[in-house]
């Protein structure tokens, strides 16, 4: 499985310690350092739609300019804001073989490994 987010989010930093604190392993992917590209983005929201992946109540978004924000209006349009703004990007994207998620809850994680073990 693939964590995506950036280091010094608080959700990002509560997932990953929930994951090593319960045994899995994954793969970290700083998308601020590392980037993202669109082919990535295009998975995601093929996977959860683009709607879920733009953080409207982010900090980044609010301080994106109305113009940029009015032009958010289909996933071809999302892809561009987010490769632009990784950070407006919700957080964190867990990928795994059966599902993509975004967010972070304890008991979410737990159905997913669950579901992840029965493979």
Not at 17 to 30: C, S
Not at 40 to 66: C, M, S, Y
Request: aromatic fraction near 10%; charge should be neutral; proline fraction near 3%.
């Amino acid at each position: 499985m693939k964590l995506f987010g950036i280091p010094n989010c608080d959700t990002v930093k509560k997932a990953r310690v929930w994951l090593t604190e319960n045994g899995f392993d994954y793969e970290w992917h700083d998308f601020k350092k590392q980037g993202l590209s669109a082919e990535q983005v295009q998975q995601w929201i093929d996977a959860i739609g683009w709607e879920v992946l733009i953080n409207k109540q982010g900090t980044t978004w609010r301080k994106l300019d109305e113009t940029t924000k009015a032009s958010v209006v289909d996933a071809d349009s999302a892809i561009a804001v987010m490769i632009a703004n990784p950070s407006v990007i919700k957080r964190p994207v867990l990928v795994t073989k059966k599902q993509t998620q975004v967010g972070f809850k304890p008991d979410m994680y737990e159905t997913i490994m669950e579901n992840t073990r029965l493979c």
